[in-house]
């Protein structure tokens, strides 16, 4: 009886621990709650932080911006959110590179016009020097 006992436990354990976040996972994770923050916080600073010098931010109007592009119509307010949240969440790693899809849901405020969003959106973070940048990303309508 020991031993079947035994052999349940360590199955458990087994199959919960192959469900475990990696560090990577972790680490891209709080990444993204990072980068969350600083888009609807419009904190200049902590975006430039996140985002790779190549960023390519596309918009699922198929409007694509740089990083500088990217930064400056969240700072100025011409992108602006009053909340923002990342729903549904993936995350897969592959050595140095992530890919995090999620739902986007916000309430805008773009240059004083109010609105709501919900949008599919895939982002690709690469890892330089220890630190996960945005390289890319990629929205896109959802079915309705």
Do not use: C
């Amino acid at each position: 009886m020991k031993k079947i006992l035994t052999m349940v436990l360590l199955l458990v354990l087994s199959v919960s621990q192959s469900f475990a976040a990696t560090p990577n996972q972790t680490t891209v994770e709080q990444t993204v709650e990072s980068l969350r923050l600083a888009m609807l916080n419009a904190d200049k600073a902590q975006l430039e932080q996140l985002a790779s010098t190549n960023l390519s931010y596309g918009h699922s109007n198929a409007m694509v911006e740089n990083k500088a592009e990217f930064v400056d119509a969240i700072v100025s307010g011409r992108s602006g959110f009053t909340t923002l949240a990342f729903q549904d969440q993936s995350i897969i790693t592959d050595g140095d590179t992530a890919i995090v899809r999620h739902t986007f849901v916000a309430d805008t405020n773009n240059s004083g016009t109010i609105g709501k969003v919900k949008i599919g959106v895939m982002l690709v973070f690469k890892n330089a020097d220890g630190e996960w940048k945005l390289l890319a990303r990629q929205a896109y309508k959802l079915p309705q």
